[in-house]
Nanobody, 126 residues
Framework: QVQLVESGGGLVQAGGSLRLSCVVFGRTFSNLAMGWFRQAPGKNRELVGVIDRTGSRLYYSDSLKGRFAISRDNAKNTVYLHMNSLKPEDTAVYYC???????????????????WGQGTQVTVSS
């Protein structure tokens, strides 16, 4: 059984930082492309960014470039989302997702992922 377990969310003041973690169980982590998504109240789930299996290729939503960064540690079966200069509009539930099927391009759509975590809440106060 595949499990993705996010952690690291919480309440932070505007301008602060958080690091989210997502640990994967039940699959060979180095075979998975990993994505981070977020969903704010009343809005659709949106892509934050993607990292390929080795960590050599990355993609970020244009609106988040420069503030958010994704990294992975294949030895720990963990992908990270580093969030800096947080704004109230970053408030959302953050999800990690895993894609097992090989792909020549980085998966950027919700439908391209095979497994999802339960989400972790990030709240940024003004």
């Amino acid at each position: 059984q595949v499990q993705l377990v996010e952690s690291g969310g919480g309440l932070v003041q505007a301008g602060g930082s958080l690091r989210l973690s997502c640990v994967v169980f039940g699959r060979t982590f180095s075979n998975l492309a990993m994505g981070w998504f977020r969903q704010a109240p009343g809005k659709n789930r949106e892509l934050v960014g993607v990292i390929d299996r080795t960590g050599s290729r990355l993609y970020y939503s244009d609106s988040l470039k420069g503030r958010f960064a994704i990294s992975r540690d294949n030895a720990k079966n963990t992908v990270y989302l580093h969030m800096n200069s947080l704004k109230p509009e970053d408030t959302a539930v953050y999800y990690c997702a895993a894609r097992q099927r090989p792909s020549s391009s980085l998966p950027t759509g919700n439908y391209e992922y095979d497994y999802w975590g339960q989400g972790t809440q990030v709240t940024v106060s003004s």
